[in-house]
């Protein structure tokens, strides 16, 4: 077969009509009538536009004058039947438009990231220089309305711990030594804690979801020397260790012991570090906000449900609503019952139901589990002296720091705040007398069992700063052996036994 058969074949054209592929054969010696019918036909021209010229005689200019003419037409015939220049117009102002959205957008974004990266780095000079957040600590107590209370750290990322038997034991009693473990170690002990009383079972929790709510709580508590997260842990063992050491697993159910937890894990969340009495007669926008009652108390429970408003922390999410509101009421009651301002009328309450309680009377166990948030709250003074002493220190630097700010701002300075005015005698013995005691004496009419771990060290510690203000009242002329006297008298009050 010789490759010179091939110019004898018939050429081909493939050719577009109406939507519909037609195919044209045509020999090498078709002539231009036959190609000028061709051509009109699939373009719906009338051949009387043309001229006939034989492709024989035709000359150049003839035959590129005919090609010309047929694709001028073409070309007119297919921009009037899809418009193609308004697309192509249309298209180029639609992407010049979309470029200059993209451009804008683009500004905002990196404006925005900009502008949370300054604010990021305005937080934590803030945090350095004065050990909380950059919100001022008692103008602007409320957290921002477009704020996301959330971990920093998506993931939980704090290390699993396994708890010795040793350690398991110690956190189920009152004297527990809060003072020795790192923030990483007390998530792990609460999270102990809520799956050891079946909490998480109970309420059918995530066990991520559980931690993620823990990192959430941490973070929302403020570097303040009293009012801080390591606060929270101490009410929070506290109370674990009241539950255990009262036997209520088997005297309360679990939603009460879930809400008893929860509330002393959340009780004092994005505390300012400046007391009620302050956000008062400052008129701060707490106060404004809460019509002066239990404003710190009632930004406690808006954190805390703030908090578990998020998906990714809410350790209730698969609690039926129903349920959930009796929960949510809960917390909510026993956080505000931590407001010392009611006291008085709360311990009223417990002491009307002590001695003919009921368990299984609503009213009666709401009334001591109010008492039991109380007790936890302040129960410092039930730990041996080595875990008490520093808590004092602790709380009269907060209360120096909010008598210096009210003296300044020329606001009403308590006596017991005062750093002119109080010492640790001073601050503890009345405390303790009028309030602690009497408290837990109530308590103890209910629950015998805590008179020695918890009744008898307050009376102790009553003694120890009776003896103290003997000292110091002794020492009027600050001699230099009563000063030894009463340093060597610290010492072994502070020694373990």
Same mark, same amino acid.
């Given at each position: 077969?010789?490759?010179?058969?091939?110019?004898?074949?018939?050429?081909?054209?493939?050719?577009?009509?109406?939507?519909?592929?037609?195919?044209?054969?045509?020999?090498?010696?078709?002539?231009?009538?036959?190609?000028?019918?061709?051509?009109?036909?699939?373009?719906?021209?009338?051949?009387?536009?043309?001229?006939?010229?034989?492709?024989?005689?035709?000359?150049?200019?003839?035959?590129?004058?005919?090609?010309?003419?047929?694709?001028?037409?073409?070309?007119?015939?297919?921009?009037?039947?899809?418009?193609?220049?308004?697309?192509?117009?249309?298209?180029?102002?639609?992407?010049?438009?979309?470029?200059?959205?993209?451009?804008?957008?683009?500004?905002?974004?990196?404006?925005?990231?900009?502008?949370?990266?300054?604010?990021?780095?305005?937080?934590?000079?803030?945090?350095?220089?004065?050990?909380?957040?950059?919100?001022?600590?008692?103008?602007?107590?409320?957290? %921002?309305?477009?704020?996301?209370?959330?971990?920093?750290?998506?993931?939980?990322?704090?290390?699993?711990?396994?708890?010795?038997?040793?350690?398991?034991?110690?956190?189920?009693?009152?004297?527990?030594?809060?003072?020795?473990?790192?923030?990483?170690?007390?998530?792990?002990?609460?999270?102990?804690?809520?799956?050891?009383?079946?909490?998480?079972?109970?309420?059918?929790?995530?066990?991520?979801?559980?931690?993620?709510?823990?990192?959430?709580?941490?973070?929302?508590?403020?570097?303040?020397?009293?009012?801080?997260?390591?606060?929270?842990?101490?009410?929070? !063992?506290?109370?674990?260790?009241?539950?255990?050491?009262?036997?209520? !697993?088997?005297?309360?159910?679990?939603?009460?012991?879930?809400?008893?937890?929860?509330?002393?894990?959340?009780?004092?969340?994005d505390h300012p570090g400046?007391?009620?009495?302050?956000?008062?007669?400052?008129?701060?926008?707490?106060a404004v906000r809460y019509?002066?009652?239990?404003?710190?108390?009632?930004?406690?429970?808006?954190?805390?449900?703030?908090?578990?408003?998020?998906?990714?922390?809410? $350790?209730?999410?698969?609690?039926?609503?129903?349920?959930?509101?009796?929960?949510?009421?809960?917390? $909510?009651?026993?956080?505000?019952?931590?407001?010392?301002?009611?006291?008085?009328?709360?311990?009223?309450?417990?002491?009307?139901? @002590?001695?003919?309680? %009921?368990?299984?009377?609503?009213?009666?166990?709401?009334?001591?589990?109010?008492?039991?948030?109380?007790?936890?709250?302040?129960?410092?003074?039930?730990?041996?002296?080595?875990?008490?002493?520093?808590? @004092? %220190?602790?709380?009269?630097?907060?209360?120096?720091?909010?008598?210096?700010?009210e003296k300044s701002e020329?606001?009403?300075?308590?006596?017991?705040?005062?750093?002119?005015?109080?010492?640790?005698?001073?601050?503890?013995?009345?405390?303790?007398?009028?309030?602690?005691?009497?408290?837990?004496?109530?308590?103890?009419?209910?629950?015998?069992?805590?008179?020695?771990?918890?009744?008898?060290?307050?009376?102790?510690?009553?003694?120890?700063?009776?003896?103290?203000?003997?000292?110091?009242?002794?020492?009027?002329?600050?001699?230099?052996?009563? $000063?030894?006297?009463?340093?060597?008298?610290?010492?072994?009050?502070?020694?373990?036994?």
């Amino acid at each position: 077969m010789g490759s010179s058969s091939s110019c004898y074949a018939p050429r081909t054209i493939y050719l577009d009509v109406n939507g519909r592929m037609q195919k044209v054969l045509f020999s090498r010696h078709c002539n231009s009538c036959d190609i000028k019918e061709l051509l009109c036909s699939s373009s719906n021209i009338p051949s009387s536009l043309y001229k006939v010229v034989p492709l024989s005689t035709a000359q150049p200019g003839d035959k590129e004058d005919l090609v010309e003419n047929v694709l001028s037409q073409v070309a007119e015939q297919f921009s009037r039947a899809f418009q193609i220049k308004e697309l192509k117009t249309e298209v180029i102002n639609r992407l010049a438009v979309l470029e200059k959205r993209v451009e804008l957008e683009g500004l905002k974004v990196v404006e925005i990231e900009k502008c949370k990266n300054d604010l990021r780095k305005l937080q934590d000079e803030m945090s350095t220089k004065h050990g909380g957040r950059v919100n001022c600590p008692c103008k602007s107590t409320l957290l %921002d309305d477009g704020r996301k209370v959330t971990p920093r750290r998506d993931v939980p990322s704090y290390p699993k711990y396994t708890l010795s038997q040793e350690t398991i034991d110690a956190l189920k009693k009152p004297t527990f030594d809060v003072w020795h473990w790192e923030h990483n170690e007390m998530l792990s002990c609460l999270e102990y804690m809520y799956h050891d009383l079946g909490l998480v079972k109970e309420f059918n929790m995530n066990p991520i979801t559980l931690k993620r709510w823990l990192l959430a709580i941490q973070e929302n508590y403020r570097n303040n020397p009293f009012h801080n997260f390591r606060h929270c842990f101490c009410v929070s !063992q506290m109370m674990y260790g009241m539950i255990h050491l009262c036997n209520l !697993q088997e005297k309360l159910t679990l939603t009460n012991l879930g809400i008893l937890m929860t509330a002393a894990v959340c009780h004092d969340l994005d505390h300012p570090g400046y007391n009620n009495t302050y956000q008062i007669n400052a008129r701060t926008e707490l106060a404004v906000r809460y019509n002066d009652i239990s404003p710190l108390e009632n930004h406690h429970c808006a954190v805390a449900f703030q908090i578990l408003s998020l998906p990714e922390c809410n $350790i209730f999410a698969n609690v039926d609503p129903e349920a959930f509101k009796k929960i949510r009421q809960g917390i $909510i009651t026993l956080i505000l019952a931590t407001d010392m301002a009611r006291h008085g009328e709360i311990l009223e309450t417990f002491k009307l139901n @002590v001695d003919h309680f %009921d368990f299984t009377n609503e009213e009666h166990v709401a009334s001591l589990k109010t008492v039991m948030i109380k007790c936890c709250d302040i129960s410092n003074e039930v730990r041996p002296a080595e875990v008490a002493e520093p808590w @004092v %220190d602790c709380l009269l630097e907060e209360y120096f720091m909010q008598s210096d700010r009210e003296k300044s701002e020329g606001l009403p300075v308590a006596p017991f705040m005062d750093r002119d005015k109080v010492t640790k005698p001073t601050a503890q013995i009345g405390f303790i007398k009028f309030v602690l005691i009497p408290m837990f004496e109530t308590v103890m009419k209910l629950f015998p069992q805590i008179e020695e771990i918890m009744v008898q060290p307050l009376r102790d510690s009553r003694d120890h700063y009776e003896e103290l203000k003997q000292l110091e009242d002794a020492i009027s002329e600050e001699s230099p052996f009563m $000063i030894k006297l009463k340093k060597d008298f610290e010492k072994t009050r502070m020694k373990p036994q």
